[in-house]
């Protein structure tokens, strides 16, 4: 710290004064910096203390951060994402059997799922590029808080948890599967993925009846004929 006597002070005080007359356009912090340098000794300051100090803030420059979360929530989030046409999300109990019965003989493969369910996000990717390899397998997405009551008719108590149907033969297989196991379901696919012939639709799936369906699209079909 410097000692200067009083008059230096006032001095300095009124030369300051009459500069910031002459310049309107100098910023409060250019202010603040002449000031502190008016009282200092300008030999022991280092070169570059002005900048540093007038613009210091500007560093943490607020739009930036803005930017970046806008561009995050811009992102679908992992359980949005699907592979292709052949993987759906289900909202419902009505929308999950209208696409069982409408499969016909295409294999079917379900994922019940949660979005707070780690091994669930993990495994994701790999059964993403599973549906892209077989794009005449339809996968089906099931988000487990949002169809509870229709999960536990179907007896989904662990997550991820997998179900694959065909045609009249109903459920074929039901497994827990981890991203480590996931071989599992490349064997069932393996297993069930043949080619065979129809011998009609399926009359059930667990706790769920799939006739209503099949009763009301006869009924259309007759009404439409007469």
């Given at each position: 710290?410097?000692?200067?006597?009083?008059?230096?002070?006032?001095?300095?005080?009124?030369?300051?004064?009459?500069?910031?007359?002459?310049?309107?356009?100098?910023t409060p912090n250019?202010?603040?910096c002449k000031k502190i340098l008016s009282v200092s000794d300008s030999s022991?300051?280092?070169?570059?203390?002005?900048?540093?100090?007038?613009?210091?803030?500007?560093?943490?420059?607020?739009?930036?951060?803005?930017?970046?979360k806008i561009a995050e929530t811009d992102q679908p989030k992992?359980?949005?994402?699907?592979?292709?046409?052949?993987?759906?999300?289900?909202h419902s109990t009505q929308e999950f059997l209208s696409?069982?019965?409408?499969?016909?003989?295409?294999?079917?493969?379900?994922?019940?799922?949660?979005?707070?369910?780690?091994?669930?996000?993990?495994l994701f990717p790999k059964l993403c590029k599973t549906a892209q390899e077989h794009p005449e397998i339809l996968f089906l997405k099931v988000n487990f808080d949002e169809n509870k009551p229709m999960c536990k008719n179907l007896n989904v108590k662990v997550l991820?948890?997998?179900?694959?149907?065909?045609?009249?033969?109903?459920?074929?297989?039901?497994?827990?599967c981890s991203l480590a196991k996931f071989q599992k379901i490349k064997d069932a696919i393996q297993t069930h993925n043949t080619a065979r012939c129809?011998?009609?639709?399926?009359?059930?799936?667990?706790?769920?009846?799939?006739?209503?369906?099949?009763?009301s699209k006869d009924k259309q079909v007759e009404s439409s004929s007469t």
């Open positions: 710290v410097i000692r200067l006597p009083f008059n230096s002070l006032r001095f300095s005080s009124s030369l300051l004064t009459s500069l910031n007359s002459l310049q309107p356009s100098v250019q202010r603040l022991t300051a280092p070169a570059d203390f002005v900048p540093r100090f007038a613009f210091a803030s500007r560093k943490q420059s607020l739009p930036f951060k803005v930017h970046a992992w359980w949005e994402k699907n592979a292709g046409p052949n993987m759906i999300d289900i696409y069982l019965s409408q499969a016909g003989e295409r294999l079917v493969i379900v994922e019940f799922y949660g979005t707070w369910c780690a091994s669930c996000r993990a991820p948890f997998f179900h694959f149907y065909r045609g009249a033969d109903g459920q074929l297989e039901s497994f827990s129809s011998i009609g639709p399926p009359i059930g799936v667990g706790g769920l009846n799939l006739e209503p369906l099949s009763a």
